[in-house]
T-cell receptor, first 111, second 115 residues
Framework: KNQVEQSPQSLIILEGKNCTLQ??????????LRWYKQDTGRGPVSLTI?????NTKSNGRYTATLDADTKQSSLHITASQLSDSASYIC??????????FGAGTILRVKS | GAGVSQSPSNKVTEKGKDVELRCDPI?????LYWYRQSLGQGLEFLIY????????KSGLPSDRFSAERTGGSVSTLTIQRTQQEDSAVYLC?????????????FGPGTRLTVL
């Protein structure tokens, strides 16, 4: 079954600290993996996209990693800011443009 | 440039009524998607339009759900005889070509509450 599982479900960190969100998937055939950020009451916004051959991709303070062998990805946020408080969604694309979404990790950054 | 817009932003309806949700994609995007996001759940794919091709309706949960895309632009998602389990945020997204590597740009969603 094509699934994307994310952990933790929710996370609270202090402003300025780093954190890492996890994503495990069983989607096949794999095309690419994306991380989206979704602010409360808004649609998701793409942060990174990685294909099979890419191990890491950065977007500012966000760094995503991908291990296609173990089917795991992580999103590392450096020097967190209050504006990073959001839901982070891992999305795996199958060939044929079928997207499988994780349930998301809710991150709260507090001062 | 304008992003994907959706209307209404919130809709409260009574069980059994029909509702129409509207999506205006980014101008020039040929692909349009509808998703449903229930509380604590991942996004659920509903339907996909690509150009003039027949839409991929494989995600529609029942025959009470239908969608149209007129003139290759605006799309309307219709839910007939709404049920309480239809309560969710309905998100629309568009992309340039609809390919697997294409980034989908999401609208703000319509929050549907069925009483």
């Amino acid at each position: 079954k094509n699934q994307v599982e994310q952990s933790p479900q929710s996370l609270i960190i202090l402003e300025g600290k780093n954190c890492t969100l996890q994503c495990n998937y069983t989607v096949s055939p794999f095309s690419n993996l994306r991380w989206y950020k979704q602010d409360t009451g808004r649609g998701p916004v793409s942060l990174t996209i990685m294909t099979f051959s890419e191990n890491t991709k950065s977007n500012g303070r966000y760094t995503a990693t991908l291990d296609a062998d173990t089917k795991q990805s992580s999103l590392h946020i450096t020097a967190s800011q209050l504006s990073d408080s959001a839901s982070y969604i891992c999305v795996v694309s199958r060939y044929g443009n079928k997207l499988v979404f994780g349930a998301g990790t809710i991150l709260r950054v507090k001062s | 440039g304008a992003g994907v817009s959706q209307s209404p932003s919130n809709k409260v309806t009574e069980k059994g009524k029909d509702v129409e949700l509207r999506c205006d994609p980014i101008s020039g995007h040929t692909a349009l998607y509808w998703y449903r996001q229930s509380l604590g759940q991942g996004l659920e794919f509903l339907i996909y339009f690509q150009g003039n091709s027949a839409p991929d309706k494989s995600g529609l949960p029942s025959d009470r759900f239908s969608a149209e895309r007129t003139g290759g632009s605006v799309s309307t998602l219709t839910i007939q005889r709404t049920q309480q389990e239809d309560s969710a945020v309905y998100l629309c997204a568009s992309s340039w070509f609809g390919g697997a590597a294409d980034t989908q740009y999401f609208g703000p969603g319509t929050r549907l509450t069925v009483l």
